[in-house]
């Protein structure tokens, strides 16, 4: 009889170490924890057509001779970091040329879908000592140096925008955008894209959206001057 168990005894440890060895290694034992990997986030039809509209160079129309107080209004716009898989983003300088007086607005934008699948164009600004040159937009590798996490969000200007037959539009929503200390006023945005042109829209409201000046002041159409991106 003890001969019979010690020859058992060997096969019986054989099966429980192939047994062992078979078993399926908890996440991260064999160096790799793929269950921590996120997919590439892809991004939709409708953030892909937005940023690719919004890129190239854009004017008004030339003003009427002999006008001398007509403002000439220029959009020019790189798309930046390719990479990154929060949104689509973009650099834009607008530039509003007028008889005796230039001024520059130079913002990057981020294209994107939120929660509900809807399109957004989100507004940042640059800290004062980080605001790149006049002209950058022709280099959009300079735009690398720049850390994101560094730019600030203009809280309350994102345009929501939505399909139209022809392209998108949208506006700002609720009452953050540029809003006052005392609560009073605040920006109301709006934007319309097509494949060549953009139409910007900026009023200053009150708390009930209404225009706070009685001046109405006529939406800026932009036609592209460039091909698309």
Not at 10 to 23: E, K, V
Not at 58 to 77: C, V, Y
Not at 171 to 181: I, N, V
Not at 198 to 207: C, S
Request: charged content about 25%.
């Amino acid at each position: 009889m003890k001969a019979s168990r010690k020859r058992t005894a060997r096969p019986i440890r054989s099966i429980l170490l192939l047994t062992l060895l078979t078993l399926p290694l908890p996440a991260g034992c064999n160096g790799t924890e793929t269950s921590s990997v996120a997919a590439p986030i892809r991004m939709s039809k409708g953030v892909e057509q937005v940023r690719s509209w919004l890129c190239g160079r854009f004017e008004t129309d030339m003003p009427a001779s002999g006008i001398a107080e007509s403002l000439r209004i220029g959009w020019n716009a790189c798309p930046i970091w390719p990479d990154r898989e929060d949104g689509r983003w973009l650099y834009a300088e607008r530039t509003t040329v007028g008889a005796t007086s230039r001024t520059d607005e130079r913002h990057i934008h981020r294209v994107r879908n939120d929660a509900q699948g809807a399109l957004l164009v989100e507004v940042f600004s640059f800290l004062p000592d980080a605001m790149p040159p006049a002209g950058a937009w022709r280099t959009p590798d300079f735009f690398n140096r720049i850390d994101p996490a560094l730019l600030v969000p203009r809280e309350g200007c994102a345009i929501h925008l939505v399909a139209e037959r022809e392209g998108y539009a949208g506006e700002t929503r609720g009452t953050g955008c540029d809003r006052s200390a005392d609560g009073t006023t605040h920006r109301l945005l709006r934007m319309s894209i097509t494949s060549d042109s953009i139409t910007l829209a900026d009023r200053l409201v009150d708390a009930a959206g209404k225009p706070v000046s009685d001046a109405e002041t006529a939406p800026t159409m932009l036609r592209r001057i460039t091909a698309t991106n």
